[in-house]
């Protein structure tokens, strides 16, 4: 039926030109093809093709940063960087790093042997990270090294997803990125042992110092908590309770915040830091 009348709409497209050459003053023809042929097109339209607004681009909420790369190491919240990181230290035997039934290689092997399974040994750690100041917790530095006693050595450093909110520095105009860096404080004369809930307890300080400070300028990032471990003498253990863990705790922290310098300059913000930590 369609294809009929398309049909006979073309004929009288054809005889379009001499009716109007006959017809003046008359009715246009051409017009009234034209209206046809448009409504016809309408009807014949397969739905879904009408024209739809294009959707616009999801904005980036961390663009701010992509100009600002050291920022950006220490600001974005969803991804590990080497700018935001706990340093971790850990002493044992090297025996302590043979799994169960394994032989000890050569003594000219021992050193790529715990280099190689340092990340293993150091990645415990993020269970305490995760449990106070992260969200995730990954290796992205480790080394092995053997002490005086013949023991060894790892160091490593534990990147982090902050699981506290960073404030707004993209609201800070002609800002700076400040750093601070202060010991984390413990009561007692000895300072306190490298164990699970001693670590935890100097997290959630230095997390809860940050939580001040973003309060106090906009935003904070706990950017390094460090602990470095260091074994008491025979001596002393001598005059302690039997079973006294040796490997004790120097712990600290730097903070960095993002700020005008017309409002806090480096300085002011080390002291602001320091009081924070142990007000008077």
């Not at 961390?62 to 991804?79: K, T």
């Not at 530095?141 to 790892?154: F, L």
């Not at 940050?210 to 706990?222: H, I, S, T, Y």
Request: include cysteine.
């Amino acid at each position: 039926m369609k294809r009929g009348f398309l049909s006979f709409l073309l004929f009288l497209m054809i005889l379009a030109g001499p009716v109007i050459a006959l017809n003046f003053g008359g009715p246009n023809v051409m017009d009234w093809v034209n209206t046809r042929m448009a409504m016809f097109t309408a009807q014949e339209q397969p739905a879904g093709l009408e024209e739809t607004a294009a959707e616009p681009a999801l904005e980036d909420p961390f663009q701010w940063l992509n100009d600002r790369p050291a920022l950006r190491e220490v600001f974005i919240p969803d991804a590990f960087t080497s700018a935001r990181y706990v340093s971790v230290e850990k002493i044992v035997p090297f025996d302590d790093l043979l799994q169960s039934g394994e032989t000890s290689p050569g003594n000219d092997q021992l050193a790529l042997y715990a280099a190689a399974r340092a990340p293993a040994q150091l990645i415990e750690y993020c269970a305490d990270v995760v449990a106070t100041i992260g969200s995730a917790c990954d290796v992205i530095y480790a080394e092995a090294r053997e002490n005086r006693d013949g023991d060894w050595v790892m160091n490593g450093r534990l990147s982090y997803i902050p699981l506290a909110d960073l404030g707004t520095p993209q609201t800070v105009e002609n800002g700076q990125l400040l750093t601070a860096k202060v010991a984390l404080p413990f009561t007692g004369d000895l300072a306190p042992a490298n164990e699970a809930q001693t670590r935890i307890a100097l997290l959630q300080q230095a997390q809860a110092a940050c939580d001040v400070l973003r309060a106090e300028l906009g935003n904070c990032v706990l950017a390094r908590v460090s602990f470095d471990v260091e074994i008491l003498w025979i001596t002393d253990l001598e005059v302690l309770p039997a079973g006294t863990n040796p490997q004790r705790l120097d712990a600290t922290a730097e903070f960095a915040v993002y700020a005008d310098p017309v409002q806090i300059d480096s300085a002011a913000f080390a002291d602001l830091v320091e009081a924070t930590l142990d007000p008077i």
